[in-house]
């Protein structure tokens, strides 16, 4: 396909056949997708129909959408407690890709996405900040790169144990 579009010996022909092939795949999905959207319409118009049956004076438009959970929520407290129990376990300071990485793997979810890193270390940092107001949690700086944290537990300046139900 992409060789009928660009000749072997183009310039730049292995980055373009790349970004054929690459345009080529994403159609495909935009057009499933499409066909889902499609089908989903089509159920809600016949659900509004049977509504209507059912209560000819209902008014379909107070009926709001409902939110869809986001991709790979987490139970309530479940990210501040793997993020508690690895700093509690850790050597020394993590950084919150770390601990994003850490979540990643005990909730068994794609190591290989990255995105999905990315994701997990906004939500890793959500989780610090209260822990830092809290007092249970301190950035520390780091030799190389961006900062450490760390449990105040663990080095002296606080007593006790973490408790996760003052946090949430």
Not at 85 to 97: I, Q
Not at 120 to 138: D, E, H, I, Q
């Amino acid at each position: 396909m992409a060789s009928s579009i660009i000749p072997f010996g183009a310039e730049h022909s292995v980055a373009l056949h790349t970004l054929v092939r690459k345009r080529a795949e994403l159609d495909g999905e935009l057009e499933q997708h499409q066909g889902q959207i499609r089908d989903l319409q089509k159920a809600i118009q016949n659900l509004d129909a049977v509504l209507m049956l059912l209560k000819p004076d209902i008014d379909i438009s107070e009926i709001a959408p409902k939110r869809v959970r986001p991709p790979y929520a987490a139970a309530a407290g479940e990210i501040i407690s793997i993020v508690v129990d690895c700093l509690r376990e850790a050597e020394g300071p993590l950084t919150s890709r770390a601990l994003a990485r850490a979540v990643v793997e005990t909730r068994d979810l794609d190591p290989a996405d990255v995105q999905l890193e990315v994701t997990m270390a906004k939500r890793v940092r959500a989780c610090l900040r209260p822990l830092r107001l809290a007092g249970r949690v301190r950035a520390v700086p780091m030799a190389q790169g961006p900062q450490g944290w760390v449990l105040t537990a663990k080095h002296g300046e606080q007593g006790g144990i973490v408790s996760l139900e003052t946090v949430q």
